[in-house]
């Protein structure tokens, strides 16, 4: 069975080149900044922020802020643990030579956020904030290693840092104007820095979305981008059936 030449249906194929790789990166970017802001809104913890993570429980392990402490641990507990997942099923089906090693994980990541968005509202225990903060960093986590695995580690969706600092990178060679006429010119690459430009943009569209959807709505607003995720997913799975 083969895949219609429509492109939103070969984000998670196996024909990979630059073009595919920086749309699926937009998808999952936008996914991020919807589920790091439905996140703070309902239990006000990020869950994409590594280093902002890190560096509170190393503040609260001072400040004997214990409960911030273990949320911070169980986030990166669960950050890592989606990236192993990720690169097991990876790898399970590279070997294999199954051509929807892609769109495998994605699935994964789709159905963990419809689940959450179906369900998460019927949390209402004082501390619902532990099982939400594990799920959606198991997710952030799954993502950012499939796009680094896509793009051969050039592309991230959850490190914004990251890629602000190549913005300014790229606007200041771009600034740069040389007076060495023997030497390479510097130059700023305008289709890396559009790419960044869009991811981040893409990543606050999300949050932004997210926050107004989570307060209109509730969790119902996650199985938005987990439709989203299935559309792209499902395809490269069905066409890898004999």
Not at 21 to 38: D, E, I, K, T
Not at 177 to 198: E, I, S, Y
Request: glycine share 10%; hydrophobic share 55%; aromatic share 8%.
């Amino acid at each position: 069975m083969s895949l219609p030449d429509w492109p939103v249906l070969k984000l998670a194929g196996p024909e990979r080149d630059e073009r595919t790789n920086r749309h699926l990166a937009y998808l999952l970017a936008w996914v991020a900044g919807v589920l790091n802001s439905v996140g703070f809104v309902a239990v006000g913890f990020y869950t994409s922020h590594m280093t902002g993570i890190t560096a509170s429980v190393a503040d609260h392990l001072v400040l004997a802020g214990w409960r911030l402490v273990g949320l911070g641990v169980v986030s990166i507990v669960f950050f890592i643990l989606g990236a192993m997942t990720c690169a097991i099923q990876f790898n399970w089906a590279r070997r294999r030579h199954r051509s929807d090693r892609f769109a495998i994980v994605l699935l994964t990541e789709a159905l963990l956020v419809l689940l959450l968005g179906g369900i998460a509202d019927q949390f209402t225990w004082r501390h619902r904030e532990w099982p939400l903060v594990a799920v959606l960093c198991f997710v952030m986590g799954l993502q950012n290693a499939l796009i680094t695995k896509v793009s051969d580690a050039t592309i991230r969706t959850t490190h914004v840092t990251g890629m602000i600092t190549d913005i300014g990178i790229e606007l200041g060679k771009s600034a740069y104007r040389d007076r060495m006429v023997d030497t390479d010119p510097v130059r700023g690459d305008l289709a890396k820095l559009t790419m960044l430009a869009m991811l981040v943009g893409l990543f606050f569209l999300g949050g932004v979305l997210g926050a107004l959807g989570y307060l209109a709505l509730g969790f119902v607003v996650l199985l938005v981008p987990a439709a989203l995720l299935l559309v792209v997913a499902v395809p490269p799975l069905v066409d890898d059936v004999p």
